[in-house]
């Protein structure tokens, strides 16, 4: 079993920052891809970057510039840098961690920004 757990939301202006990390344990396999997913209110969930066990990462439009995503593979951890943030960022943030058709779930942490 492999377990995730998300900190580092909380309320912030637009404008501001936030650090997101996600720490794994259990079984973990490698090599392995680790995703960030938000979903706001009355969305769908959408996935925001991915960063696989090689450091390669990927970033959704809508944050891109913004966002820095990295990961910290002796800690097992992944971070979630968050810059300039806007309201429409307000969002449920879960962590993901997949392998072929295997993937586990964080249980989620709130960012919500004020304007």
Do not use: H
Request: net charge positive; charged share 15%.
């Amino acid at each position: 079993q492999v377990q995730l757990v998300e900190s580092g939301g909380g309320l912030v202006q637009a404008g501001g920052s936030l650090r997101l990390s996600c720490a794994a344990s259990g079984n973990i396999f490698s090599p392995n891809t680790m995703r960030w997913y938000r979903q706001a209110p009355g969305k769908t969930r959408e996935v925001i970057a991915g960063i696989t066990s090689f450091g390669r990462a990927n970033y959704a439009d809508s944050v891109i510039g913004r966002f820095t995503i990295s990961r910290d593979n002796a800690k097992n951890t992944m971070y979630l840098q968050m810059n300039s943030l806007k309201p429409e960022d307000t969002a449920d943030y879960y962590c993901n961690l997949s392998w072929g058709s295997t993937n586990y779930w964080g249980q989620g942490t709130q960012v919500t920004v004020s304007s």
